[in-house]
């Protein structure tokens, strides 16, 4: 009993201040390293999109690479491989949302398809006509993009590149009627869509916007007549 009643007066007075004081420091360690991290992850958004610049670049190699011929165990990877691989990083960066990068690498992918096009008869009749393709593809997805963030003069000169490219790509006519339709350019958008169910005759979406075109038209001549009577 003489020996419990000091042994309880010490833990009192010094071994439980000691474990407070302990419990505190780990408490505030915490906390400080919580608040350090999020600073770190707040310091520098570009940083954030380098990285994921640089994923998309990787990814990109890396299905070019994939597609490339081997030739005595060295990959080679020719320029429509590497704009295949640019639509394709692109494509995955639209659907993630980060529509910047999407553009960026769209038009990385069609520089390269120009340039290819620029040698003219050094290039192989394969690899021109995977560029064409890959090219009228490139154009109407960045025309995309340019509708997303409201940049319809661009996506209509997209959209009517991809055109020109081939007459019979029926999303190029669908991108052109889009941005058509956002400036107010229904008759333009109407002609577009026409020719969208010429080639998609069960496409349901472009027939939908055919009908609303044909709707505010008939509207709009109906409005004129009015007028055209009430100032006779």
């Not at 040698?119 to 021109?128: D, E, L």
């Not at 319809?152 to 055109?163: F, P, Q, R, T």
């Not at 052109?176 to 333009?188: C, D, F, P, T």
Request: charged share 25%; proline share 2%; glycine share 4%.
């Amino acid at each position: 009993m003489l020996i419990t009643v000091p042994l309880v007066s010490f833990l009192s007075v010094y071994f439980l201040p000691l474990c407070c004081c302990c419990c505190c420091l780990c408490s505030y360690y915490y906390i400080a390293y919580s608040l350090f991290e999020k600073l770190v992850k707040r310091k520098d958004p570009q940083q954030t999109n380098q990285r994921i610049n640089k994923q998309t670049k990787q990814t990109m190699v890396d299905e070019a690479a994939a597609a490339a011929a081997t030739a005595g165990g060295v990959v080679v990877v020719d320029s429509a491989d590497a704009c295949v691989g640019l639509k394709n990083a692109g494509n995955l960066q639209l659907e993630q949302g980060h529509l910047m990068q999407a553009i960026d690498l769209y038009s990385q992918g069609l520089e390269l398809c120009e340039d290819d096009d620029a040698k003219g008869s050094s290039s192989s009749s394969t690899t021109k006509t995977t560029n064409t393709s890959t090219k009228t593809i490139l154009l109407s997805n960045r025309a995309l993009v340019y509708i997303k963030i409201e940049n319809y003069g661009l996506a209509l000169v997209d959209a009517e590149k991809a055109i020109e490219g081939n007459p019979s790509y029926a999303k190029a006519y669908y991108r052109r009627a889009s941005a058509n339709l956002a400036l107010g350019h229904i008759k333009r958008a109407r002609k577009d869509l026409k020719q969208v169910c010429k080639l998609k005759p069960k496409d349901r979406d472009a027939r939908s916007k055919l009908n609303d075109c044909e709707k505010t038209i008939r509207e709009e001549a109906f409005l004129k007549a009015i007028e055209a009577e009430q100032t006779a």
